[in-house]
């Protein structure tokens, strides 16, 4: 399975952006998929991850009421909706999935190429 993940941009604070993950392979439905951001100097961090149905969430507090996980399983892609962004929010956004939904990035595989983040002041 490789994970793609486009979208990113420079976007001026208070912007939106919307980022995409594109799933090959089969059993889309069945994962977890899990969005992480790694800036410069920093530790990676989870951001979001949405269950294989869809219907269940989680956010980072940093991102909560600001940043939105969706999935389309029918086109085995997932997409993170970026909104009222700060320069803090300046990173690579990479995807990945799971089998169950956690926030342990340990319990992601098959990271998939990130897609750079900027947003200027």
């Known amino acids: 399975v490789q994970l793609q993940a486009s979208g990113g941009g420079l976007v001026q604070a208070g912007g939106s952006r919307r980022l995409s993950c594109t799933a090959s392979?089969?059993?889309?439905?069945?994962?977890?998929m899990g969005w992480f951001r790694q800036a410069p100097g920093k530790e990676r961090e989870f951001v979001a991850a949405i269950s294989g149905s869809g219907s269940s969430t989680g956010y980072a507090d940093s991102v909560k009421g600001r940043f939105t996980v969706s999935r389309d399983n029918a086109s085995n892609t997932v997409y993170l909706q970026l909104s009222s962004l700060k320069v803090e929010d300046t990173a690579v956004y990479h995807c990945a999935r799971a089998r169950t939904l956690t926030r342990a990035a340990d319990a992601y595989e098959n990271w998939g190429q990130g897609t750079q983040v900027t947003v200027s002041s």
């Open positions: 392979g089969r059993a889309f439905g069945w994962f977890v």
